[in-house]
């Protein structure tokens, strides 16, 4: 009866016609509360008011006399950076749950000027009132000079550097490249360069510039068509207009020189090489073509809320079933997690992504000598992208925008789609046994689809695409998934397939991609029951045993068990995993209650995205890298401890700004303290044509680690879920099922949200 009225509701909804079928969009009852401008929760990144009050603060009442944007000269006061200062934990705590006072709200800026880089706090927010240097702790370099300067800051300054030795070389430029230059005007035959790598000598900014083919978007990418042409851009001194080419590399040939490349040009010294363009050789295009795979063109399933949302959101606070959580963005870091509770027990204080490490190795200066580098020199928040609904994210799915500072405008920007929330189902069950009578039948079938909440970012950072998902289970797990898609880094090679000392695989003619390996450092303040937590493994181990088995007779065999191990300081918690010798990884809090059975009610951390970092220890540069030797490192918590790497540790690799075992080295007691786990998952990537062309695919790629409860709960807590499924033979061999009485009403359609994609961010709001 009740189906019957829907039904004729929604066609009447609808005005269709009889007889078509027809389901009603879900109703759109998810209850989202805008977070209010004024109002800004204690972890929320800095709002739109508040970055304002940050630039006229700086600009007119500091007298720091700083310039913003696109206009700024290296001889200005640059802003560079301006997000919100963590808060101090016990402040955050002593509001949070004892009531106290609401911190004040400030913020962190970063200025970069020709002398260095300085930061300072401003504050109160909205309003600054007031700018002090940081105080920065001991295991971090101080004095940040200008070679420690991040590079983005000035990518204007570079291209005119490039267009000046262009220029210069202009003659070559047209005869290789049948008229492409890096001039204003040059139409559809431009040339550009590539995100610049890093050459680390120390007191020196070096980067290799791998010059590439515009191609037009419709057709392809820029990634794909490098040129047998790199300069090494020497941006050492503070005046950019005595920048230049330190080196240039040219159809594999090396000149100290622009003008020494082109004087060997003209007198004929030089192997020269012409490099013909013809569009339709372009193979970068991400349109789709081919034969189509299906017979038709019917679309694949998707995702959506069949009953109405099952989760609310307040400001950046979800709830969702046992789960409540905030989430913010971070200009320097990107996507953070605050306060994970789970029935209203914390978890966790702070999930966040930390650093984006490449290692890349090449046959060209610029491939072979990038090494190690950071995307977080970037800044990883700076690297957003708007996400697409219906691909980036299942119909149906809420999606938040979010707004930072940009130090390219100057100003803040708003980033629609930044984020996007959806409850999804996973492709395994949760959970399923089917009682086999052994006679023909069954005692009973009892089963649960594994529907569960995500918090998704994509991180798009240069050519690389990085979608963090950030998954609340029924069960009381969490998971986070990285992946990486996008377009490949490549270098021009003329080389036919090498055999001896592989470097990588051409993916198309004179087009090779270097192998590189992707890690990712998470930070994971473990909040289990508390602040005070301790940490052990239980390994799982093997040992001989003898059983006597009868009188006279012994078997001679193997036997598991589990070893215990408390780690009660910060070395004996740096792990460098082995495959050979499994471990749970676990935490709890000594002094909370013990669950029913009288167990620690603790989680464990399972790293399912291990990739070793195989630069040895002795390599000079190790301390800029540092975290990516350990995938789980565990800490004792300090506020001045609060990221595993810096924007500046790209150059001077050899002194770096901040080494991450300074973290570990002083070997702090970890045993019923505030601790962080740091947490790397990464994949060695040799990027191909069948897995890599025109972009990395994801599929088999997805890396992962889960926090997941042990002895936490007394039974698992998705028993109480309405998405179980009970089925028992009834007395006349029917059925009888117990679920979710909505299961049997008509579903109803995706919710009509509005499919744009608009993939501008604006400026001015
Ligand atoms: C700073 O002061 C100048 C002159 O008093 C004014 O024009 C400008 O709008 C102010 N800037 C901001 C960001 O308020
Ligand atoms: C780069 O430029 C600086 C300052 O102009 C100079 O001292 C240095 O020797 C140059 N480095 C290289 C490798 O050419
Ligand atoms: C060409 O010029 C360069 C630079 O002046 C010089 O070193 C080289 O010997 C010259 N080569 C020929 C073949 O003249
Ligand atoms: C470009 O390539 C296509 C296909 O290989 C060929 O048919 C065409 O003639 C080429 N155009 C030029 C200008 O070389
Ligand atoms: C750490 O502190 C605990 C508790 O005070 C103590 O039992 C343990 O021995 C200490 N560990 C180390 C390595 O000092
Ligand atoms: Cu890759």
Redesign the pocket.
Known sequence: MIKLVILVSCLLLLGSREGEAVTCPCPDDVDIKPSDENKPSIFQELTKLEIDGVLKYLQNDSGLDVKLGYGAKISDTIVYVIEKKPTPKDEVLNHIDRDGRRPVRESRVVLATSSGMTEYTVGPLPKPTYHRKIKYPKWRKTGLKFTDRPYPIDSFAIAKTIQREGRKMKQLLHESFNGFDFEDDCGNKCLTYNDLRSKV?QG?R?VWANVLRVVPPLIGSIYGYPLPLQILV?M??TDPD?WNA?KVWYNGQHFDSTDDLMANYINGSVSKIAMSYNESDVYSSMRRRGTGKTRRANRGPDCFPQDGRRYSVDGHRVKYMDWEFEFTYRQTTGPQLFDVQFKKERIVYELSLQEILLSYTGTTPYGSQAGVFFDSEALLGNSFSPLSPGVDCPKGATYFDSSIFSFIFGEKVVIPNLFCIFEYRDDQVLKRHYDNNYGGGYEFYGGMPNNALVLRNIISSYNYDYTISFIFYQNGVIGTKVSASGYVLCEFTHHDVPIEDLLGFKIHENVLSMFHQHLFNFKVDMDILGESNSHETLAIKVRPVTHDVVSGIQEETYEQFLKRKQKSSERQAAYRFQYSKPKYYLFYNNEARRSKLGYKRAYYLDNQGVSKFLFPDKWSKMGSAAWAKYQLAVTRRHDDEDTSTTPYNTFDQIDPVLNFDSYISDDENITDKDLVAWVTVGMQHLPNSATDVPVTTTSGSTLSFYLKPFNFFDEDPSTSSYDNVFITPGENGEAVVEENENNAKESCSHPNDDPNFDGEYWVKP
Do not use: D, K, P
């Open positions: 000598l020196n070096l020497n050492t001194s005595s330190a």
